[in-house]
């Protein structure tokens, strides 16, 4: 059964007209107050129970207009969006006892009451029954560990502490569903592995269907097995991450320690920079169209060499290689990319 279906799904915001100068604003008169910006440019795919995936895009890419679609926030311009069989911002309160959603950038708590205050609340919301509402709380303060601060004022609680306590909200009502729109921003290494694994065992014990938006790669390798990314509201590549990791396996990298800093224009016949820091040099290539002696030979013509390694592509790095040239996933064949 499909879970979630997103056909050919548009949204346009109405954006204000900012007129500068004179003539400009008598230009302004005679045109419309307000211009149409697609946020989201007719973009499909279906999830299926229990799946984990990553959706990810640039800054400005839609990721977030999509998941307040799915949430009935927002409405779209046109196209289908299907939560469960129904249309999310036809029936909100049906389509909320499904969801649970997690803003990173804000909270959903009260801020100045006791953490556990916020939690009683919404089993009002979602007419929790008591013996059950319970028994949720203690199994997931046990998951997410949170009884030593269940009763701080949310505004006490660190980032970490605050984000799990957001994720025990969201999931206090069982919802089959979770939306996570950035859920370890500004968290520490430790605190975002804690979520990650806290995340991971949710899904296991639950097959809570995970749809996770966020910047950090790690996350994306902790926890998906797929992967959705969008650029300027178009889909631009849907399936798994091992497959993007396997196209991208040709690629190498050399690390590359100078011992001056090199001319401004360095390049290098078969390899590109994709890196610096002070002398430490970060050079991509093929391994078929150059070899890493040849490279490092050509390399220790223009510059002094002190030190260097070969690195596996890290995904970060390919992630970037497809934000920059989305055209760079092109091989993949389409009914691969967009898995039903
Ligand atoms: N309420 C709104 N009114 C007008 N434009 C909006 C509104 N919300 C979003 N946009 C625009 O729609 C586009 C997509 O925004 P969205 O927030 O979905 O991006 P995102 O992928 O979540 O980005 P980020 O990674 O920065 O969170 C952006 O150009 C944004 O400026
Ligand atoms: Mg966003």
Same mark, same amino acid.
Request: overall charge negative.
């Given at each position: 059964m499909t879970q979630i279906q997103v056909s050919n799904v548009r949204k346009e915001f109405k954006i204000a007209r900012k007129p500068s100068g004179f003539w400009n604003g008598?230009?302004?008169?005679?045109l419309p107050e307000h211009e149409t910006k697609p946020a989201v440019d007719g973009i499909s795919f @279906?999830?299926?129970?229990?799946?984990?995936?990553?959706?990810?895009?640039?800054?400005? %890419?839609?990721?977030?207009? &999509?998941?307040?679609?799915?949430?009935?926030i927002l409405v779209p311009t046109s196209g289908e969006v299907s939560v469960l069989g129904r249309v999310p911002h036809k029936h909100r309160e049906l389509n909320a006892a499904n969801l649970g959603v997690v803003f990173g950038q804000r909270t959903q708590l009260w801020w100045d009451l006791p953490l556990i205050d916020s939690i009683e609340l919404l089993k009002h919301v979602y007419k929790i029954p008591q013996e059950q509402f319970q028994k949720n709380l203690a199994h997931l303060s046990e998951l997410l560990d949170i009884k030593s601060f269940l009763h701080t004022?949310?505004?006490?609680?660190?980032?970490?502490?605050?984000?799990?306590?957001?994720?025990? %909200?969201?999931?206090?009502?069982?919802?089959?569903?979770?939306f996570l729109d950035e859920p370890t921003i500004g968290l520490d290494i430790i605190a975002k592995e804690n979520i990650?694994?806290?995340?991971?065992?949710? @899904?296991?014990?639950?097959?809570?269907?995970?749809?996770? &938006?966020?910047?950090?790669?790690?996350?994306?390798?902790?926890?998906?097995n797929r992967m959705i990314i969008i650029d300027k509201g178009k889909l631009i590549y849907d399936g798994e991450l091992e497959r993007i990791r396997q196209q991208y396996s040709q690629y190498r990298k050399l690390r590359v320690d100078f011992k001056y800093h090199p001319q401004e224009q360095l390049h290098i016949n078969g390899a590109e920079i994709v890196k610096k820091d002070g002398l430490r040099y970060w050079f991509q290539f093929h391994k078929d169209e150059i070899s890493a002696s040849q490279l490092i030979a050509r390399i220790s013509e223009a510059e002094e060499i002190v030190d260097l390694t070969i690195e596996e592509p890290e995904i970060e790095t390919i992630i970037k290689g497809i934000y920059q040239s989305p055209a760079s996933i092109d091989a993949i064949p389409e009914q691969e990319r967009v898995s039903v």
């Amino acid at each position: 059964m499909t879970q979630i279906q997103v056909s050919n799904v548009r949204k346009e915001f109405k954006i204000a007209r900012k007129p500068s100068g004179f003539w400009n604003g008598v230009r302004g008169m005679f045109l419309p107050e307000h211009e149409t910006k697609p946020a989201v440019d007719g973009i499909s795919f @279906n999830i299926q129970p229990g799946e984990m995936i990553g959706f990810i895009g640039p800054n400005g %890419a839609g990721k977030s207009t &999509t998941i307040k679609m799915l949430t009935g926030i927002l409405v779209p311009t046109s196209g289908e969006v299907s939560v469960l069989g129904r249309v999310p911002h036809k029936h909100r309160e049906l389509n909320a006892a499904n969801l649970g959603v997690v803003f990173g950038q804000r909270t959903q708590l009260w801020w100045d009451l006791p953490l556990i205050d916020s939690i009683e609340l919404l089993k009002h919301v979602y007419k929790i029954p008591q013996e059950q509402f319970q028994k949720n709380l203690a199994h997931l303060s046990e998951l997410l560990d949170i009884k030593s601060f269940l009763h701080t004022p949310v505004r006490q609680l660190s980032l970490g502490q605050r984000m799990r306590g957001d994720l025990l %909200a969201a999931l206090i009502h069982e919802p089959p569903i979770l939306f996570l729109d950035e859920p370890t921003i500004g968290l520490d290494i430790i605190a975002k592995e804690n979520i990650r694994e806290q995340l991971v065992n949710i @899904n296991r014990e639950r097959n809570v269907t995970v749809l996770l &938006t966020t910047h950090d790669m790690a996350d994306i390798e902790k926890i998906c097995n797929r992967m959705i990314i969008i650029d300027k509201g178009k889909l631009i590549y849907d399936g798994e991450l091992e497959r993007i990791r396997q196209q991208y396996s040709q690629y190498r990298k050399l690390r590359v320690d100078f011992k001056y800093h090199p001319q401004e224009q360095l390049h290098i016949n078969g390899a590109e920079i994709v890196k610096k820091d002070g002398l430490r040099y970060w050079f991509q290539f093929h391994k078929d169209e150059i070899s890493a002696s040849q490279l490092i030979a050509r390399i220790s013509e223009a510059e002094e060499i002190v030190d260097l390694t070969i690195e596996e592509p890290e995904i970060e790095t390919i992630i970037k290689g497809i934000y920059q040239s989305p055209a760079s996933i092109d091989a993949i064949p389409e009914q691969e990319r967009v898995s039903v």
